[in-house]
């Protein structure tokens, strides 16, 4: 990507909580600078690149798959049912996780993503948090977390994790700000009618 400009990559697996990924992936879309260019270019993947059933039903078409997906600045990791319950099982794709962190500038999760990044061994002594009704269960599971109550996003540097559901939407808002400023932030946050008072 062209300076000051970042590819933002979303995962995608059966049973994602949709608004884990489709919070972000307006923050990011929408988000332009003064002169109107876009510094985010957002995709989605999944293991496979074939359509994901999210929860409720919602089926959604990935632009990659793991073989075809190009390298990305920005990593999201949802979380969800799917997350918690199946794909912290799977080695391909938590390895493909913990692989992608030679490559990026920020790695993220939202709600129970958290599981994802813990079993890709990139959250060892570091603080993270997930959604409130996990918070024990990732602590239990992963005792090398400082497991961080009460906050929507703890940011670690070159990772990042947020609580549940929406609060991945603070979260990008909050990456927003980091990386352009608080006055595209809130002009962004003004176009989705998002209260962002709390950055």
């Known amino acids: 990507m062209e300076d000051n400009s970042w590819s933002v990559g979303i995962l995608l697996f059966d049973d994602v909580e949709v608004l884990d990924f489709a919070g ?3 923050v990011f ?8 260019t876009k510094p985010f270019e957002v995709s989605t993947i999944s293991q ?10 919602l089926r959604v078409q990935p632009d990659y798959s793991f073989k075809t997906a190009p390298k990305v600045d920005i990593l999201i990791v949802p979380g969800g049912y799917g997350a918690r319950e199946r794909e912290v099982h799977n080695d391909t794709l938590v390895n493909w996780i913990a692989a992608q962190m030679a490559n990026v500038q920020l790695m993220t999760s939202v709600c129970t993503g958290a ?3 813990g079993k890709a061994g990139l959250l060892q002594g570091k603080k993270a948090t997930t959604h409130w009704a996990s918070l024990e ?3 239990q599971e992963f005792p090398e977390i400082k497991v961080q109550q009460g906050v929507k996003f703890v940011d670690e540097g070159n990772i990042i ?3 549940g559901i929406s609060a991945g939407i603070n979260m990008s808002f909050h990456i927003v700000k980091r990386l352009l400023g608080p006055e595209i932030a809130r002009q962004t946050a003004k ?3 998002y209260d962002i008072s709390y950055l």
């Not at 879309?29 to 109107?36: C, F, I, K, L, W």
């Not at 496979?48 to 039903?57: F, K, L, V």
């Open 115 to 117: 599981f994802l990044l």
């Open 191 to 193: 176009r989705m009618e």
């Open 48 to 57: 496979e690149g074939q359509m994901i059933t999210a929860r409720n039903g």
């Open 29 to 36: 879309s929408v988000t332009a600078r003064e002169n109107g």
């Open 161 to 163: 994790t947020s609580g």
């Open 137 to 139: 269960r990732l602590q």
């Open 24 to 26: 972000p992936f307006e």
